[in-house]
Each structure stands twice: as C-alpha cells, then as structure tokens.
C-alpha cells in the first residue's frame, strides 16, 4: 500500500486543531477528515471518527498495526509542516 496523495487544510481558528487532512492510498482509496492536532508531545494524527450515543467516540477507519499508523502520521505531518511554511499566519487556504 502506497500513498499516493495528500492534501492539507490548515485550521480557520488558532488552537490544539491544526489542520485537516485528506489521503489517497495506491490511486484507489481515499480517507477524508484526519485531524492535525497539537498535543502535549508535539504534532499527532487523529483518525476519522464518529460520536456515540453514549458520547464517546469510536475511528471509522483505522490502521491495524502501529508500523501503518506511524508512516501515514509522518507523511501527514510532512506535508503539513511544507503547506504551514507556505501560509501567512491567520489565512486559510482552500
């Protein structure tokens, strides 16, 4: 499985939510909503997920194993930084 492409969308407001990403995997299957957030540890990816009626979230979509997560997380906070250096501060891409 190979990514194909990445777009970021850095965040309208200044807070923890940095950006939102999207990620194509081998031309074929797209991932959409991926947060850029920084954390107490520095910049981390969250997965797209969804509300539960008790109020807790669950990922819709997810990697199976930590060597996946870590190489979309990379990637997505590579192009992340590249896109941000690109951004004056408080504009927005679309």
């Known amino acids: 499985m190979k990514i194909t492409e990445i777009k970021v969308f850095p965040a309208k407001e200044n807070g923890r939510l940095k950006a939102y990403a999207t990620i ?11 947060k850029i957030i920084e ?8 997965m797209p997920s969804r509300r539960r009626k008790d109020g807790t979230f669950r990922d819709i979509v997810h990697p199976l194993n930590s060597e996946t997560r870590s190489m979309i997380e990379q990637n997505i906070i590579t192009e992340y ?3 941000a250096q690109l951004e004056e501060p408080g504009t927005y891409a679309e």
Request: charged share 30%.
């Open 39 to 46: 954390g107490n540890k520095g910049l981390f990816v969250s």
């Open 24 to 34: 194509v995997f081998d031309n074929d299957f797209i991932v959409r909503d991926l």
């Open 81 to 83: 930084e590249r896109v």
